[in-house]
Nanobody, 116 residues
Framework: QVQLVESGGGLVQPGGSLRLSCAAS????????MHWYRQPPGKQRELVAT???????TYVHSVKGRFTISRDNAKNTVSLQMNSLKPEDTAVYYC??????????WGQGTLVTVSS
């Protein structure tokens, strides 16, 4: 089973950038598909970006061209580079790991606030 810890959230002005990181402990990190989700205040959690073990990526339409998900299987980390941030990007961001056999884990979340 993998355990996840996010970091890198904070307050940023509109147009600014932040980089979120998710550190995984446990074994077989490379076998997990990794995701970033977010939950804006008062709204449902939504999938933001996904990266497979082989490095294929997908994004929700609202962040395409602004966010980049990446992973380092040697360091057991997944990152989310967020550029051109907008107030509507304000949310708690969660790292999620899922595997073909049903094993899955959530991180505790990190708050990103985009405000002037």
């Amino acid at each position: 089973q993998v355990q996840l810890v996010e970091s890198g959230g904070g307050l940023v002005q509109p147009g600014g950038s932040l980089r979120l990181s998710c550190a995984a402990s446990g074994t077989m990190f490379s076998t997990y598909i990794m995701h970033w989700y977010r939950q804006p205040p008062g709204k449902q959690r939504e999938l933001v970006a996904t990266i497979t073990s082989g490095g294929q990526t997908t994004y929700v339409h609202s962040v395409k061209g602004r966010f980049t998900i990446s992973r380092d299987n040697a360091k057991n980390t997944v990152s989310l580079q967020m550029n051109s941030l907008k107030p509507e990007d304000t949310a708690v961001y969660y790292c999620y790991a899922g595997r073909y056999d049903g094993l899955a884990a959530w991180g505790q979340g990190t708050l990103v606030t985009v405000s002037s």
